[in-house]
C-alpha cells in the first residue's frame, strides 16, 4: 500500500460580500500540500465555511457558530463536497474507497497550513482552544480524507472537483511523490484532472495539443499569417516567409521558455503592443503594395516578437511537464507549427482561387483595411498598458 497525503488551504483571493449561506464567492484561492508513501493516500483540507453551499450550519442568534453541536454538519460538508466530487486515479484505476477521519473548525488567523507537518498536527488535534462567539462566515473547515492506493510508482492524477465552489477557483498544489523531490503546481480548478507525474508521451502529447489550441485561438496569429496569405498567388512564394517565421519565433519562444527572455512585469505588455504593429504593419503593406518582395526579413523581424507572445502562453504549463520540459517545449512548438499548417492548406488554395478573379486586388485591400483597422484598435488599448512601464519623465 502507499500513502498520498494532501493538505489543501482554500481562502478569499478577492474581495466579495457574503449575505446569504448560499452566496456563490466570485474568487477564491486553494493552497495544498501533497505527500505520498507507503500507508494509503491521506487528504488534508482547509476551506472558508462562507463556501459551502447546500450546507446549513447550526448558529447562535443566526450569527455565531454552535460549536458544541456542529460535528455533523462538517461531517456533512466534507462528505458532500470532498468525498462525492473528489477524483484520484491511480495508472488509470479510479481510487473510490474514500473515509473522513477528523473534521474541525479553525480560525483565519490559524497558520498550520504553512506546510505539510504543521497541517497534519493541527487537524488531528482534539484541542481546539476556539473563542466562544465565532461569525460563522469568517472561518475554517479543515478535514482529513483517506484513500486506499497502490504502493507503486505509477500515475496519478487528481480532479478536485471545486469548480462549483466559487466563479474562480485558484488551487496552488505542491507535492512529493514517492522517491521524488517536492514539486508545485498552480492551476484553475477548471483544468479538471491533472497528471502529476506524466510519461514523456503523455507529457508530449498534451503539450502538442495545447500548441495546435493556441495558435487555433489567438487572433493576432492568426491574423498575422491571413496578411501573409492574401498576397499569396502560389506556394513557393510563401515557403521563404512561412520559414523565416516559424524559425523566428521558435528561436525566441525556445530562448523564453529556458529563462532568457526579461521576466519584468513591463515585458510582456509591450510584447503584445508590438505583436499588433507587425498585424497593422502587415496589413498596410497588403494595401501599399501589390506585389510584396523580401517579406521574408520583415516576417523574421515579427516572428521573433511573435516567439515571446507564444512563451507566454506556455510559461503557466511547464509545470505539467513533469520532468520533461525541454520534450514538452519542443511539443508545444510542434503543435503551434502543425496549428499554423492546417491555417496555411486551408487558407492559401482560397487564397490562389480569388487571386485569378478581376476583383482580387480589390478584396485583397479591402479586407486588409479590415485587419489594419482592428490591430490598430489593439494597439491603442495595448498602449494604454504598455505606458504605464515607461518612466515618469516621459
Not at 469568517?138 to 478536485?160: H, M, P, R, T, W
Request: hydrophobic share 50%; with cysteine; proline share 3%.
Amino acid at each position: 500500500m502507499c500513502r498520498l497525503v494532501l493538505a489543501v488551504t482554500l481562502s478569499n483571493g478577492g474581495f466579495y460580500v457574503c449575505t446569504q449561506a448560499h452566496e456563490i464567492p466570485n474568487d477564491v484561492q486553494v493552497k495544498s500540500f501533497l505527500k505520498q508513501d507507503e500507508q494509503s493516500l491521506t487528504l488534508f483540507i482547509r476551506v472558508p465555511l462562507s463556501s459551502m453551499k447546500e450546507v446549513e450550519f447550526p448558529l447562535v442568534n443566526n450569527l455565531y457558530l454552535d460549536i458544541p453541536n456542529i460535528k455533523p454538519s462538517l461531517q456533512q460538508a466534507a462528505e458532500l463536497w470532498f468525498v462525492d466530487n473528489l477524483k484520484i486515479t491511480q495508472d488509470k484505476q479510479a481510487l473510490t474507497q474514500v473515509s473522513v477521519r477528523s473534521t474541525r473548525i479553525s480560525l483565519p488567523s490559524n497558520r498550520a497550513f504553512i506546510s505539510y507537518e504543521q497541517a497534519l498536527t493541527h487537524v488531528r488535534s482534539d484541542q481546539w482552544d476556539l473563542p466562544s462567539q465565532l461569525v460563522w462566515n469568517q472561518q475554517y473547515l479543515d478535514l482529513e480524507l483517506q484513500v486506499n492506493a497502490k504502493y507503486d510508482n505509477s500515475n496519478i492524477e487528481i480532479d478536485f472537483g471545486l469548480e462549483r465552489l466559487a466563479q474562480r477557483v485558484a488551487i496552488d498544489l505542491r507535492f512529493q511523490l514517492l522517491d521524488a523531490e517536492e514539486r508545485a503546481f498552480e492551476f484553475n480548478a477548471r483544468e479538471g484532472a491533472v497528471l502529476l507525474n506524466p510519461s514523456a508521451w503523455q507529457a508530449s502529447w498534451r503539450f502538442i495539443q495545447m500548441g495546435f489550441k493556441h495558435i487555433l485561438s489567438g487572433t493576432d496569429h492568426l491574423l498575422f499569417i491571413a496578411c501573409l496569405i492574401l498576397t499569396a498567388t502560389q506556394w513557393l512564394s510563401l515557403v521563404g516567409v512561412i520559414t523565416s517565421f516559424t524559425v523566428a519565433h521558435s528561436l525566441t519562444l525556445i530562448a523564453a521558455a529556458m529563462g532568457y527572455a526579461p521576466s519584468g512585469l513591463w515585458f510582456m505588455p509591450w510584447v503584445e503592443l508590438a505583436i499588433a504593429f507587425s498585424i497593422l504593419y502587415m496589413a498596410l503593406e497588403n494595401i501599399w503594395r501589390a506585389d510584396v518582395h523580401r517579406r521574408w526579413l520583415v516576417c523574421t523581424l515579427f516572428g521573433l516578437i511573435h516567439g515571446f507572445g507564444f512563451s507566454f502562453a506556455l510559461h503557466e504549463s511547464m509545470q505539467f511537464a513533469g520532468t520533461h520540459h525541454v520534450l514538452s517545449l519542443l511539443s508545444f512548438n510542434l503543435g503551434v507549427e502543425a496549428g499554423q499548417l492546417l491555417v496555411l492548406l486551408l487558407g492559401v488554395p482560397v487564397a490562389m482561387w480569388l487571386a485569378t478573379k478581376a476583383y482580387a486586388r480589390i478584396l485583397t485591400i479591402v479586407l486588409s483595411a479590415l485587419i489594419a483597422h482592428l490591430a490598430w484598435h489593439w494597439m491603442e488599448e495595448r498602449w494604454a498598458i504598455a505606458a504605464k512601464f515607461l518612466p515618469a519623465y516621459f
